[in-house]
T-cell receptor
Framework: GQNIDQPTEMTATEGAIVQINCTYQ??????LFWYQQHAGEAPTFLSY????GLEEKGRFSSFLSRSKGYSYLLLKELQMKDSASYLC????????????FGRGTSLIVHP | DAGITQSPRHKVTETGTPVTLRCHQT?????MYWYRQDPGHGLRLIHY???????DKGEVSDGYSVSRSKTEDFLLTLESATSSQTSVYFC????????????FGDGTRLSIL
């Protein structure tokens, strides 16, 4: 099976930097997705990591360490609109493409 | 973004009644999924489909059935709804390639009284 852990809730201040961690234990790991979900809305894709290292996309970056079973999403220059849930999802190699989601981290950005 | 729509967006019904939720996608994606999302549990997979008439169970499939008669449509049925099935239901689709993300519908808020 798979075990994916994320903090339940985090708070941060507008303009600051926040790091949201995701740890996983799975056999046959292929890659890791991050999604953003605003309250009452659908999850939307943010990033995908398959190789070790940092992928940067504007204010958002995502990091992966395959050997440590660890990923993080880094949000810079936080804005109020970044208040949302952030979901990590792990995909496995081989067979059907069925990713497994963590429970999500609710990020609250304060002025 | 993938064009994926769910209907209805909101529904209130009574215990014991049948309920069908519909998902329609216009991207010709091979894979489609049904999830439920509850506080403290995140997104949990109910059923998924990897092609027309090809479906399989997810982790919380009891009490649910699905059908996929066309590439673009994926139906979720609660044969006899129970209060424990009150939830927000999301449909998603993807190409099935492991490096491609899922695209989600806007969700259906289902309340069973």
């Amino acid at each position: 099976g798979q075990n994916i852990d994320q903090p339940t809730e985090m708070t941060a201040t507008e303009g600051a930097i926040v790091q949201i961690n995701c740890t996983y234990q799975t056999s046959g790991f292929n890659g890791l997705f991050w999604y953003q979900q605003h309250a009452g809305e659908a999850p939307t894709f943010l990033s995908y990591n398959v190789l070790d290292g940092l992928e940067e996309k504007g204010r958002f970056s995502s990091f992966l360490s395959r050997s440590k079973g660890y990923s993080y999403l880094l949000l810079k220059e936080l804005q109020m609109k970044d208040s949302a849930s952030y979901l990590c999802a792990v995909s496995k190699s081989g067979g059907s493409y069925i990713p497994t989601f963590g429970r999500g981290t609710s990020l609250i950005v304060h002025p | 973004d993938a064009g994926i729509t769910q209907s209805p967006r909101h529904k209130v019904t009574e215990t014991g009644t049948p309920v069908t939720l519909r998902c329609h996608q216009t991207e010709n994606h091979r894979y489609m999924y049904w999830y439920r999302q509850d506080p403290g549990h995140g997104l949990r997979l109910i059923h998924y489909s990897y092609g027309v008439k090809d479906t399989d169970k997810g982790e919380v499939s009891d009490g649910y059935s699905v059908s996929r008669s066309k590439t673009e449509d994926f139906l979720l049925t609660l044969e006899s709804a129970t209060s424990s099935q009150t939830s927000v239901y999301f449909c998603a689709s993807s190409t099935g390639d492991s490096n491609q993300p899922q695209h989600f519908g806007d969700g259906t808020r289902l309340s069973i009284l």
